[in-house]
């Protein structure tokens, strides 16, 4: 890799040797697979510290350009390794609060998403949560409220039987319900957004009962606020 003008041989090895240094420091085992992983804390600190060296470099004088660079890095990575430090940490606590329940904990960068099959969240062609569900919600509330500096965005999806114009409400209304329930629990109404996409985003065969099943699901978004803005941003 060929290091831009305004690095100085010397500053591009220093950033180099850091951002090596950050992403092997936090490689862990899988316990389950035993595979070396990178957790999301070392990848955000490392495109932080290379981020802020980029910008270091450009706004320090030419005397001072390796010392930007360092600064820069130091700080961007310190920024970049919060964010994914913390979604780690919520990450953690909702795989443990949630196992067995059904509810399918995954992770998308920095953006944490819950996967809530209709099967345990809602009785067929109704919005009204199932009672045996409220366990499920309260768990992701109080993680919710521990992490308050995220977006909420609750997805309603359904299959493809019956109308598109019925399915649509209903995803509507499914995606209301969990953002109401959670408000209720105590989460910000204001962190919460909800929509409905009806059956325009299957991720499983509407033509199998085993697929409807699975394309019949709500789905939590937990973005982080900069990553949340963002996603505003680019979908303007």
């Given at each position: 890799m060929r290091?831009?003008?305004f690095f ?10 850091l951002?090596v240094?950050?992403l092997t ?9 035993g ?10 600190a490392?495109i ?6 980029v ?5 320090a004088s030419?005397h001072?350009?390796t010392?930007g660079v360092?600064t820069?890095?130091v700080?961007?990575g310190?920024v970049g390794g919060?964010?994914?430090?913390h ?14 329940s ?8 920095d953006?944490i998403?819950l996967?809530?099959?209709?099967a345990i969240?809602f009785e067929?062609?109704s919005a ?5 569900f ?7 509330a109080?993680?919710?409220k ?13 299959d ?6 019925y399915n649509q409400?209903?995803?509507v209304?499914r995606?209301n319900?969990v953002?109401?329930y ?5 989460v910000?109404?204001s962190?919460?957004e ?5 059956f325009?985003q299957?991720?499983?065969d509407n ?6 099943a699975q394309?019949r699901r709500v789905?939590?978004?937990i973005?982080?606020?900069?990553d ?7 979908s303007?």
């Open positions: 290091a831009p003008k100085t041989s010397k500053s591009f090895l220093s950033i180099s040797i951002a240094f950050i420091g936090c490689t862990t085992t899988d316990p389950s697979t595979e070396q992983k990178t957790s999301n804390t070392a990848k955000d490392g932080g510290a290379v981020a802020g060296a910008i270091g470099a450009m706004t030419r001072d350009r010392k360092l820069g890095a700080l961007g310190a919060a964010v994914g430090h979604s780690d940490k919520q990450e953690a606590e909702l795989r443990e609060k949630l196992a067995r059904g509810v399918d904990v995954q992770r998308q960068g953006t998403k996967v809530m099959p209709g969240s067929t062609n009204q949560l199932a009672p045996a409220y366990q499920s919600l309260n768990k992701v109080g993680s919710l521990d992490f308050p500096d995220t977006t909420i965005q609750i997805v309603g999806h359904t493809s039987t019956g109308a598109a114009v409400q209903l995803s209304n995606a319900a953002a109401i959670l408000a209720a629990q105590g910000e109404r962190r919460l909800a929509v409905g996409m009806g325009s299957p991720i499983a033509k199998t009962a085993e697929g409807r394309n789905e939590v978004k973005v982080p606020h900069e949340a803005r963002r996603d505003q941003d680019s303007r």
